[in-house]
């Protein structure tokens, strides 16, 4: 068997693994565009999962921070006139924002009702994107969000080649990912696992579950918001369907293949998905049929999701 | 443990890439030397039929390029893509077929949304795009770049086409009913643009949320008003359902009926009753062949690739998009975007519906709309309209190039 101690350093150095994974992805993927997509899919189902597999609170509503994430972005670069990493902080704040708004009114609800609340909410913003034709392009969505080149000091980086473009969104997703790892392991991790657990006796050792809950929101937020500016950076536009339902359904969909409450999960979720959509639209226009069916007998057969079953095989 | 996980994963990943990676390059090698025309159009969606026909007459031209040569032996290729009209799946698709595939050009799209979205991913990457969906937008800064084309009309141009006609014919007073999105709002004001030279008197600008299917509310507050015209702005589905209530309700009857765009194809799928005697605009009605040469020709070629179908007006602009790209090549004499925007700009031509031409400062196609009424029951399945007036082709009816924000 293994060494016990190769195991613990490999789950200990999770963070370095994946950068070295980060860095040969995309000589594995059939073109780059493919594989920045699957990044910020994978970092939005991170922040999904944040809340849905460490707490179990399945938010309909994620779309809202995604797309007011990128709407974020995309604003102050063409709004305001300034500099797109301005843009991605202001995208972190904005989901952070907009979590703690929806998170106000709907931590205090449970299972249904809080998928419900987080729903309502989220076409709240949907519908007000659409309306503020003037500031957000309503229905015809947010263009020229171009960002052509990046200056760092003593080179210039042409971020519309495609690998320079893979790379700077994946340092992004290498730092979101270290950040997480650190909050997982900081003792607030340890509250939101023991949460997760049991929560009574979370509360008898004197948490206050709620405000743990709606910090995680919060949390969650910044992650998805962070995806949606990387998105809008990568389209160079930010569509007004960012910010619908379907983008909330789709990163549910991501969780539950890949594997909630896992690290690696929502990306592997998130690269099967668009890869089973993007290699089956090509020969079919009824792919839909194909990634559904797939889903449901991954539903099925691997209820932990497909990560989850590898790990589990793996006897953890 | 861990470790043979990783290792486990990584070879099965490794395999999984290796074949993916093998597809694409065996392709690539048997089509180095074409000149690629990639085509996002939304073959899943409520618009799939007009988009699948958009493809069958895209291919008309890539055959008429190829049989006659090509372009000193090299040959043109369409990359049909799927859109599924989501302007964030075309923006990927279209970073796709330029980085992966090598498209030269790029064509298709089939709404406001998307076609914009497209366009600002083309022209990042210096790439040609010409649109055949409708939008004012395009052709207008900030949208609009050295490498943006627009095959397709515009709202302004529709509008103001049918808006003549019917202003002038049917009398001046007007209920509008839109549906309350992008499209609704922008051919509303391009019938009030031209309402308002003709002297035209407004008495009810009503809106409905997109999908509805209920106007029964709607209906007896817009025959109290008694209007000489109903101008229905809205398409697809909902189109076909307020018409058929607004017949139920005996509209007709009192009113004139009015759609900026009747389709052909959601005639078909409708019926007559409820587009009987409505009128509307139209980029392409194949029934203009008995006086149009080109359109002869093109109905032809397409009949015989398509068991005797006729094609539909969004299918016909995939044809002119297509081919005014290729014929660009043509005289540019290669690929090159400069010379080819260089061959473009001001190109005169007659493809299909008589004469057209590229207008210079902002890369709009001037051409002819059709104005046509629908029948109670025509000779055959495809005899669904009668063209009862044409506009023929006149910058004048666009929107000026200084409005737009060229210089």
Known sequence: ?316 | MEMTKKAAVSRRSLLAASALLAMPSIVRAQTADTIKIGFPVPLTGPYGTEAKDQVACAQIAISEFNEAGGLNGKKAELLVRDDKLDPGEAATRTIELIEKDGANFICGSLSAAVQLAVNNVAKQRGVIYNSISQSDQIAALPDWSKTTFHEGMTPHLTAGAVGRYAFGKFGKKVVFLQADYAYGHEMVAGFKAVGEKMGIEVLADLRHPLGATDYSTLLPRIQSLKPDILVLVNFGRDQQISLKQATDFGLKKTTKIVAPVLLYTARQAAGEKAFEGVIGGTSYYWGIESTVPTAKAFNDRYRKANEGRVPSDYGALGYAGVRALLEGARRAGGTDTAKVIAALEGLKYDFYKGPQEIRACDHQAVQPVFIIESKAAGANPNDVFNVISTDAANADNLVSCKDEGHV
């Open chain 1, 1 to 316: 068997m293994l060494n016990p101690l190769l195991v613990a350093r490999c789950k200990q150095h999770r963070v370095v693994l994946a950068i070295a994974f980060l860095i040969i992805f995309p000589l594995l993927m059939p073109f780059k565009a493919i594989a920045v997509n699957i990044l910020i899919y994978g970092l939005f189902a991170l922040g999904f999962n944040m809340l849905f597999g460490t707490l179990g609170l399945l938010s309909f509503g994620h779309a809202a921070l995604f797309g007011g994430g990128a709407y974020a972005c995309g604003l102050v670069m063409l709004k305001l006139g300034l500099p797109w990493y301005v843009g991605i902080l202001g995208s972190v704040l904005a989901g952070m924002l907009i979590a703690a708004t929806i998170g106000a009114f709907a931590i205090r609800t449970r299972g249904i009702y809080f998928a419900m609340v987080t729903l309502a909410l989220a076409q709240c913003l949907y519908f007000l994107a659409d309306q503020a034709t003037d500031l957000t392009g309503g229905e015809n969505g947010l263009r020229g969000v171009d960002l052509k080149t990046i200056q760092l000091p003593g080179m210039t980086l042409n971020f519309v080649d495609p690998l320079t473009r893979y790379y700077v969104v994946a340092f992004f997703v290498a730092v979101a990912l270290f950040v997480l790892s650190r909050i997982l392991a900081s003792p607030f991790g340890a509250v939101l696992e023991a949460v997760r657990e049991n929560e009574a006796r979370a509360r008898a050792c004197g948490y206050h579950v709620r405000m743990v809950r709606y910090l995680a929101f919060i949390l969650s937020g910044g992650f998805c918001g962070l995806a949606g500016a990387l998105q809008a950076l990568h389209l160079s536009i930010v569509p007004l369907e960012t910010l619908a339902i379907s983008n909330s359904g789709l990163v549910v969909m991501m969780s539950l293949l890949g594997g909630m409450g896992t690290f690696f999960g929502p990306f592997v979720g998130a690269g099967i998905f668009l890869l089973l959509e993007n290699l089956v639209s090509l020969w079919t226009v009824h792919w839909q049929i194909f990634v559904g069916a797939a889903f449901v007998a991954c539903v099925l057969f691997f209820p932990r999701g497909i990560w989850g079953t590898i790990l589990m095989g793996r006897g953890r």
